[in-house]
C-alpha cells in the first residue's frame, strides 16, 4: 500500500537504467526461461483489438505527442500511464480472426506545468485527437521518478537533520518512503503533495517493521519542498530481532516436520494454449488477458463453449480490479491520511515483480510480461507479470456413490481441474495476489489474498501489561514497541458482464422471503419462498450484503431462453466480506465511495472504468461509482456492468510478525440456467495409465 520499497525501489531504479541503457535488448528475442514463445518486441504487432500497446506502438505515440507539444520532447511532460484506449466494445465484438484491427487508439495521462493532461493519441491518423487539462479534481498515478525524487527531499531540511540527530538514528540507516496522500480539504489542494515517512534499515531489510515514529512530512512533489514537518518527539524505534524472513538467514530452528516437494505434473503437456501472446483458449474456455499498468491484469471476451451445441457462448465482456483502498483506523497527525488507492495512486502493474517460479506458480506455469512506459515515454518491460496454470488441487468435480440399488456398485467421481490466471503485486509493503480461476463447470473463481509486511506504527510499550487499565492505541501490540494499526482493504471489480451477448441484459434480485404459515394449514410454522425482483434502474441495484435478509445476484439475458423457458445467467456469490463502517462524509470515504455498497449494477459507459476516479491521486470524490450510480439510469434490458467489492477488516495479531501469513477472500461467478444440464457430466475420470509415476 505504500509506493515501492526503497530496497526493491533501488533495484527498480537500476532495473530501468538497465533497460533504458540497453534499450535494444528489448529488441530480438526475449527469452525466460520457463516461458514457451516469446515474442520479439521490436517488430510486435497488434494481433487482436484488445492487445496492449506493443513496443513499436509506445514509441509511436511519444513520437506523436512530441510533435504535438514540446513539453513532451524536452521532458517538461511526463507520462504518468499510457494505455491500450480500446475501441468500442461494438467494433470489439463483431472482430474475428483474420479481420483487420481496428483503429488503435493510446489513452496518456501525464503531468505539465503541475497540471493533469488526460490525452487520445491516434495511431493510424498520427494525431492527438483529444488532450484536455485537469478535467476533474486528482492526479495521474505517481511515477516512479516522482518515487524516487521525493524520498531524497527530507535531506534538504536542517529541522530534518535535527530531528533525525536527536533521536541518535545515523543518517546512513534511513529509508524515507513516500507512501500516502490522500485528500484532506483546501488546503493541501492546487498542487500535488505527498506524505513521507522514514524507516530504519539498521540490521534488517524489514524496514516496516522500524518506523521511525512521530516524524511526519508533507512535501510538495512538483517543487521537491518540504510544506511542513511535525515532530512529535521521539519514539523508540522497533528493534531489528526477529524482522528477517528471508530463506536461508533465519537462524532459529523450525520445530516442525519437513513436507516432502510436492508438484502437479502433466506427463501429456499443458492442455491451454496462449495465442499471439494474449489470447487463451482451455477445455470449453476462450478469453484475452493483459497485463495492464493500473489493474495490474485485465481478462477480457471471456467465452464459454456450450457442451451441448458447441455454441461460443459470451459471459464476461471484461473483468478486473478497478480499485483497492486501504483506510488506516488512526485518527493521529502523521497517520490520519493514510488511505490508500493503490490501483489508482500507484498502480498494480508496476510493482507487479516477477513471479518465482516453482512457489508464486507451479512447475507447468506459462509466464506473460508486461509491457509498460517510462515517463518519458519509453517502453519498459515488465517480466514475467502473470503467469497461467493449470490447477488439480485434489478436488472434485463431481461425484455419486450409489448403495441403495442391490447389485449395482456405482461409485463415480470426477477429478475438478481449474485453469488459473495469477498476478501478484507487491504494493510496498503488501502483497496482493489475484486469481482468475475458470472451471469447465463454466464457474469463474475471483480470489484476492495478501500477505507481506504489516504498516506498523512505533510505540514505547513493550508488552500488554504496560498499557496498565489503559485501551490498545490504535491496534494490538504484536511485537515489541510495534502496534499494528487496524486497517480495512477493500478490492473493487469491475465485472462487464455480458451473457449471450451485450445488450439485453438485466439485474434480477432473488429474494428468500420468510413465510408464516397460519395455524392448522400445516405442521409447519414457517419456509422461504424465492421472489424474483428485476432492478429497474441503478439506484435498485446499490446492494449491501445482509445475512437475514438473503438474496441471489442474477445477470441474465431476457432475450433468450432455455429448454424450460428460464433466461440464461450468471450469478454473483459473494464469499466472505466486510463492509466499510466510516462515516459517508469522512474525506478518505468520499473518495472511497464506492465501498459504500458491496454490489452495483451500472449501465454500460466505455468511460466508468475506475471506481474511484480516473484521476485518483489527490481527488475530492466527484468522479466515483457512487455518483456515477446515483444518475439512477435504466439498467433493464441493458448493457450493464456489475462491481462488486470484495473486503477485510485487519485487526493485526503477533503471526503477523515480521511477515503475515497469506489470507484470502474469494467470489464466483456462476451459471444459472445458462447451461440445459451439468456441463461437466461427460468429462472423464482420471485412471492410473493416465498419470504414470514418474
Ligand atoms: C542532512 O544530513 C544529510 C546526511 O548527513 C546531508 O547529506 C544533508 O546535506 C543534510 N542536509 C542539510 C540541509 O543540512
Ligand atoms: C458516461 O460517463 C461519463 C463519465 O462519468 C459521463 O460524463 C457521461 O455523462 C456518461 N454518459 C452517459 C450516457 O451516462
Ligand atoms: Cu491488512
Known sequence: MAGPSFPRLLLLFSGLLFLFTTYSSIYGPWSLSGSKTRFDYSSEKPHHPLDPLTAPEIERVQAILSGHDSAFGSGSAMIHSMALDEPNKQRVVQWKKGDRIPPRKAEVLAMSNGESRVLTVDLNSGRVVSDLTSPTSGYPMLTMDDTIAVSQVPFKSVEFNRSIEARGIPFSSLVCLTPFAGWFGPDEEGRRVIKIQCYSKQDTVNIYMRPIEGLYLTVDMDKLEIIKIIDKGPVPVPSSIGTEYRYGFLDKPVHMDRVNPMSMEQPDGVSFRVED????????????????????????????????????????????????????????????????????????????????????????????????????????????????????????????????????????????????????????????????????????????????????????????????????????????????????????????????????????????????????????????????????????????????????????????????????????????????????????????????????????????????????????????????????????????????????????????????????????LKPVNFFESNPVLGIAPYFEKDLPVC
Not at 512505533?458 to 501489561?465: D, I, K, L
Not at 510495534?482 to 438485466?506: A, R
Request: glycine residues 8%; proline residues 6%; negative net charge.
Open 277 to 668: 501472446g494474449y489470447s487463451v483458449e482451455w477445455a470449453n474456455w476462450v478469453f484475452h488477458i493483459k497485463p495492464d499498468l493500473r489493474a495490474g491484469m485485465i481478462i477480457s471476451q471471456a467465452t464459454v463453449r456450450d457442451s451441448e451445441t458447441g455454441e461460443a457462448r459470451s459471459v464476461m465482456y471484461k473483468g478486473f480490479a478497478s480499485e483497492l483502498y486501504v483506510p488506516y483506523m488512526d485518527p493521529e497527525e502523521g497517520w490520519y491520511s493514510r488511505a490508500y488507492m493503490d490501483a489508482g495512486e500507484f498502480g498494480l502493474g508496476p510493482s507487479s515483480m516477477p513471479l518465482v517460479p516453482l512457489n508464486d506458480c507451479p512447475r507447468n506455469a506459462y509466464y506473460i510480461d508486461g509491457l509498460f512506459v517510462s515517463p518519458q515515454g519509453n517502453p519498459v518491460l515488465q517480466p514475467k507479470m502473470i503467469c497461467l496454470f493449470e490447477r488439480y488441487a485434489g478436488e472434485i468435480s463431481w461425484r455419486h456413490s450409489e448403495i441403495l440399488l442391490p447389485g449395482v456398485d456405482i461409485r463415480e467421481s470426477r477429478p475438478k481441474v481449474t485453469l488459473v490466471a495469477r498476478m501478484a503485486s507487491s504494493v510496498g509493503n503488501y502483497d496482493y495476489i489475484f486469481d482468475w480461476e475458470f472451471q469447465m463447470d463454466g464457474l469463474i473463481r475471483v480470489t484476492v489474498a495478501a500477505s507481506g509486511m504489516l504498516m506498523v506504527k512505533g510505540t514505547a510499550y513493550e508488552n500488554v501489561h504496560d498499557l496498565g487499565e489503559k485501551e490498545d492505541d490504535s491496534g494490538p501490540l504484536i511485537s515489541e514497541n510495534t502496534i499494528g494499526v487496524v486497517h480495512d482493504h477493500f478490492i473493487s471489480f469491475h465485472l462487464d458482464m455480458d451473457i449471450d451477448g451485450s445488450e439485453n441484459n438485466s439485474f434480477v434480485k432473488v429474494h428468500l422471503e420468510k413465510q408464516r404459515l397460519p395455524p392448522g394449514k400445516s405442521r409447519r410454522k414457517s419456509y422461504l419462498k424465492v421472489k424474483k425482483y428485476v432492478a429497474k434502474t441503478e439506484k435498485d441495484a446499490q446492494i449491501k450484503l445482509s445475512m437475514y435478509d438473503p438474496y441471489e445476484f442474477h445477470l441474465v439475458n431476457t432475450n433468450r431462453q432455455s429448454r424450460l423457458g428460464n433466461p440464461p445467467g450468471y450469478k454473483l456469490v459473494p464469499g466472505g466480506n466486510a463492509a466499510s463502517l466510516l462515516d459517508h462524509d469522512d474525506p478518505p470515504q468520499i473518495r472511497g465511495a464506492f465501498t459504500n455498497n458491496q454490489i452495483w449494477v451500472t449501465r454500460y459507459n466505455r468511460s466508468e472504468q475506475w471506481a474511484g476516479g480516473l484521476l485518483m491521486y489527490q481527488s475530492r470524490g466527484e468522479d466515483t461509482l457512487q455518483v456515477w450510480s446515483d444518475r439512477d439510469r435504466s439498467i433493464e434490458n441493458k448493457d450493464i456492468v456489475m462491481w462488486y467489492t470484495l473486503g477485510f477488516h485487519h485487526v493485526p495479531c503477533q503471526e503477523d510478525f515480521p511477515v503475515m501469513p497469506t489470507i484470502s477472500a474469494s467470489f464466483e
